[in-house]
């Protein structure tokens, strides 16, 4: 396979363990070992004292897969597929759904693998352009004009990197509407699912709603544990996830033993640790609030409506020059919209970190001298 170097993660590979304060991190203040230890129940707490490091299951820990099926209204343990990390789910999927002459439609500006490995797999790609204009949203005339006979695959990300943007549940209706009349799988990537900013907001599990739908979760962003590396699949399609499971087999196999034991602990505690995050991230939210009401004539954005990043737009001054002078200058990291190929003078903003308050004293110095 021949695929395209993924420019984000580039990006995140010479900076973000060179910098003071990463303001475009996308996951959510990460958990210390303790205090998630702490939350364990007896039951967690002995699997984790009495833990052999042999393989594990091939499809993930059982208990684990009964966590992960609990998240949904209508799946079973059998439903769900464990995986390291969301992007291991997303280039096994791909991998078994896509080949040459096959057609995948795919949100953009968004998360690289997401189309990327779609490509590398031989398939035609059509790019569906979210529009800051349109407030990011997903344009249903557009989406359903860009289906071919070829479509196997539709992808969306709700909420959404890198804008926040958050469907309605009329919008998500029509769109596992339009991959079910198309005769396509729709794979949605539900990372920040939980965090949205208005919890009435929330949409069903993409899952749910039909047997063409897969959903991708994770433990990074909205659970805080992005170290421990397990992402999972879920779908009511067991012949498509048999198929998954057993491309899997070239990957990973397994999940890592401890790795599965900590994320059955968070999710069992699921109800702190999600109020965990969206404490951090509403709280944070509203200092940027502060921020763009500081800088009327420099920043501007389509305010988020659910995860954990924003796309805002820079007004009078590049975007790829500010972001090299800040971090030269201030220790501060925003990731230019350049990095998802888009021309708009954008910068994503992360807003999960408790260090925000200082890194946004950095930003405002460094916005001070573009005057
Ligand atoms: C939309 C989206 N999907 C998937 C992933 C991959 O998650 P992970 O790195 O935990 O595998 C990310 C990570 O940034 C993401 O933003």
Not at 215 to 244: E, F, N, P, Q
Request: glycine share 10%; charged share 25%; with cysteine.
């Amino acid at each position: 396979m021949r695929i395209a170097d993924f420019e984000l993660e580039r990006f995140f590979a010479r900076w973000e363990f060179a910098v003071r304060h990463l303001l475009c991190a996308s996951d959510v203040e990460g958990w210390g070992m303790s205090e998630l230890l702490a939350l364990a129940d007896d039951e967690t707490a002995a699997m984790w004292r009495d833990l052999r490091l042999g393989y594990t299951e091939a499809p993930g820990h059982p208990l684990l897969r009964r966590e992960i099926a609990g998240l949904y209204e209508t799946l079973e343990p059998d439903d769900t597929l464990v995986f390291a990390g969301a992007e291991e789910g997303i280039f096994a999927l791909v991998n078994v759904l896509l080949g040459p002459g096959d057609h995948a439609i795919v949100t953009w500006p968004g998360y690289q693998s997401l189309y990327e490995i779609a490509r590398a797999c031989g398939a035609d790609v059509t790019l569906h352009e979210l529009r800051e204009v349109d407030g990011w949203a997903i344009d249903l005339d557009r989406l359903r004009a860009d289906v071919t006979p070829a479509t196997r695959l539709i992808v969306i990300n709700a909420p959404h990197n890198p804008t926040g943007m958050l469907p309605d549940r009329a919008t998500f209706d029509a769109v596992v509407a339009i991959a079910a009349e198309a005769g396509a799988r729709l794979l949605v990537d539900e990372v920040y699912r939980g965090l949205e900013v208005d919890e009435a907001d929330r949409l069903p599990c993409g899952a749910d709603l039909g047997a063409h739908v897969v959903s991708l979760g994770v433990m990074s962003k909205t659970y805080a544990m992005a170290g421990l590396r397990i992402g999972w699949l879920a779908t009511r399609d067991r012949d498509l996830l048999a198929r998954v499971a057993a491309f899997k087999d070239y990957t990973t196999i397994c999940a890592s033993a401890p790795s599965e034991v900590l994320a059955l602990i968070g999710l069992r505690a699921r109800d702190a640790v999600v109020a965990r995050s969206r404490g951090i991230v509403l709280g944070n939210l509203a200092l940027l609030d502060g921020l763009f009401a500081r800088w009327p004539d420099r920043l501007a954005w389509v305010r988020p409506r659910g995860g954990s990043i924003g796309f805002p737009r820079l007004i009078g001054f590049d975007s790829d020059a500010f972001a090299a002078t800040l971090v030269e200058r201030e220790g501060v990291l925003l990731l230019p919209g350049s990095r998802f190929g888009h021309p708009g003078n954008h910068v994503r903003i992360g807003f999960g970190r408790t260090d925000l308050p200082q890194a946004l004293a950095g930003l405002d110095r460094e916005l001070a001298r573009t005057r």
